[in-house]
C-alpha cells in the first residue's frame, strides 16, 4: 500500500472477517508498543496504546455482533490509520492486515 488512503480504502472494503482478523494482529501489536512504558517513563505511551486498545476492541464487539455500518466503517478506519500515522505505526498496521492477496 503506498499512501494512507489506500490504506484506509483496504480497510473498509476488507470482509468482516479479514477485519476481525486484522484488528486482532493490530491489537497484539499495540500490546507490545505499550511494554515500552511499564518503567514509568512514558505514561502517554501507555495511554496512547490503551486509548487505541479500547476503540480496537469496541468496533471488533461491534463487528462480530454485525451492528456496524458503512459510515461508522469509514470512520472507524480513518481513525485507526489517522492514529498511526501520526504515532509512527503505519507500517505496525500495515503488517497487520489480513487479506486474501
Known amino acids: 500500500m503506498k499512501n494512507v488512503d489506500e490504506l484506509k480504502a483496504v480497510l473498509i472494503e476488507m470482509p468482516a472477517s479479514e477485519k476481525v482478523r486484522s484488528y486482532l494482529s493490530y491489537a497484539h501489536e499495540l500490546t507490545i ?3 515500552e512504558s511499564y518503567d514509568g517513563s512514558s505514561p502517554q505511551l501507555a495511554w496512547v496504546c490503551n486509548e487505541a486498545l479500547h476503540r480496537l476492541m ?9 451492528v456496524t455500518d458503512p ?5 472507524f478506519a480513518r481513525m485507526i490509520v489517522e492514529t498511526a500515522e501520526s504515532r509512527g505505526w503505519l507500517a505496525m498496521l500495515r503488517r497487520s492486515l489480513v487479506t486474501r492477496g
Open 58 to 66: 469496541g468496533h471488533l464487539i461491534r463487528l462480530h455482533s454485525g
Open 33 to 35: 508498543v505499550a511494554r
Open 71 to 75: 459510515e461508522s466503517e469509514q470512520s
